[in-house]
């Protein structure tokens, strides 16, 4: 959960202020929660039915039959979950790829002035590495990585929030400012913006996946999962969203690492401190990428495959090793073209974690449990699932709207990350 997200929670404060800042990113961690648990319910529901799934599409195929659903047609809720947990995957790895080398980027700026190398030089770089690392076969063996990822997290954030204490304090730090615009319009839009970068922030999008692979029966094991990550998730969110927005307010970028390397003036952080968090931060995103990733590959490869075969034999290594390279070159040529990391996390979260983590979660319980309608539950769900829908809406076309400005301001293929 914790990923690249993080270093937008100030930007994401930009467009909400203060006090509607704190209030929704508390809220939707406990809604999160909730959809999370329920969803983690319905698993165990299933599996004690003895139908055991361990993808989502999966899950969402056997919940939403069609003949009980709608009457009319096939595979719809396996075809949709496909589609939205592609564009999760392909959006998470495309912003992965931005900020891992707008991060390498920032130290290199800060290590030497006017150098040769510019962002698309970086995102070359880091997609190699990615391309590389990409052939490790499956979840089971990312486990060692998400734990080192967690720990990662916890690095990077407190030498962030560092940072932003040691900037605002200092005399070179911007004029704080917090107001919002003054267009009516344009707060509205930055609004639901913020809401949808702030849902991505909790969006993680192949639960499922994550709770096959613990030992059965998993009933019980993913809320005590839940409650960790949870700890973990509000020390790694309020502080570097609290510490960056009170530091640079309305100025603070989307990346608020680059806050500390303002385009004119002294580095507002320590070289050293610099150095230390983008290499943690490279590092997680790294992981991140690589699990987000391999539902993807999974989807590619399964049509083909040979499941006769060895994994390793050359008739299903060598589609892998092209599938997997491409893949990651085609994010990687998105991200060099449209550096626009505030916004890309916005759409994820609109058109990706919303409706995945808010709304289908509540919809599935209510139709696989069956609570009485006329219960707390029941209603519950609904109104999450009519409120998220809405939000979720708006909150792509704020999002769509803002990479389409950015593009009409901005060349393709641009020396730096656009703010």
């Not at 990113?25 to 165990?44: K, P, W």
């Not at 770089?125 to 916890?154: K, T």
């Not at 069956?370 to 999002?399: C, D, H, K, Q």
Request: charged share 10%; net charge positive; with cysteine.
């Amino acid at each position: 959960m914790v990923g690249p997200a993080v270093l937008s929670l100030p930007y994401a404060f930009r467009g909400i202020g203060w006090g509607l800042g704190l209030g929704v990113l508390t809220a939707l961690g406990a809604i999160s929660f909730y959809t999370y648990y329920i969803m983690s319910r319905v698993v165990d529901h299933c599996e004690a039915a003895g139908r055991r799934h361990i993808r989502f599409r999966d899950l969402a195929a056997d919940i939403f039959d069609e003949r009980r659903f709608f009457g009319v047609g096939t595979g719809w809720a396996f075809y949709l979950v496909v589609a939205v947990q592609t564009a999760i995957n392909t959006g998470t790895t495309i912003g992965s790829i931005l900020l891992a080398a707008n991060c390498v980027e920032i130290l290199y700026s800060s290590l030497t002035t006017d150098g040769p190398l510019k962002l698309y030089h970086f995102i070359l770089l880091i997609a190699v590495v990615l391309a590389i690392l990409s052939q490790m076969p499956s979840f089971h063996s990312l486990r060692y990585i998400n734990l080192g990822s967690l720990l990662l997290s916890l690095g990077y954030t407190m030498l962030l929030s560092a940072a932003c204490i040691r900037a605002g304090l200092s005399s070179d730090a911007p004029t704080k400012d917090y107001s919002l615009s003054a267009s009516k319009s344009k707060k509205t839009f930055d609004a639901f913006l913020s809401v949808a970068i702030l849902a991505a922030a909790y969006g993680n999008g192949i639960l499922p996946e994550i709770q096959a692979t613990l030992a059965p029966p998993a009933a019980g094991k993913m809320a005590k999962a839940l409650v960790i990550c949870y700890s973990v998730a509000s020390f790694t969110f309020y502080l570097p969203a609290i510490t960056g927005y009170w530091a640079f307010g309305k100025t603070v970028r989307s990346n608020a690492m680059q806050s500390l390397m303002p385009e004119t003036g002294p580095s507002l952080a320590p070289t050293w401190l610099l150095g230390l968090a983008v290499v943690l931060v490279l590092l997680q995103l790294l992981a991140i990428a690589l699990l987000y990733a391999q539902v993807a590959y999974e989807v590619m490869e399964k049509m083909l495959a040979d499941p006769t075969q060895g994994r390793f034999s050359w008739r299903n290594l060598v589609p892998r090793l092209a599938l997997r390279t491409i893949y990651v070159a085609f994010c990687a040529f998105v991200a060099a073209a449209l550096p626009f990391f505030g916004a890309i996390v916005g759409v994820i979260g609109s058109v990706g974690f919303i409706p995945l983590d808010f709304v289908i979660p509540v919809v599935m319980y209510n139709m696989a449990v069956s609570p009485p309608r006329r219960s707390l539950v029941y209603i519950t769900n609904l109104v999450i699932m009519v409120v998220f829908t809405g939000i979720g809406v708006i909150g792509a076309v704020a999002s769509v709207r803002k990479l389409v400005l950015n593009a009409g301001r901005f060349k393709l293929f641009s020396d730096h990350a656009f703010n």
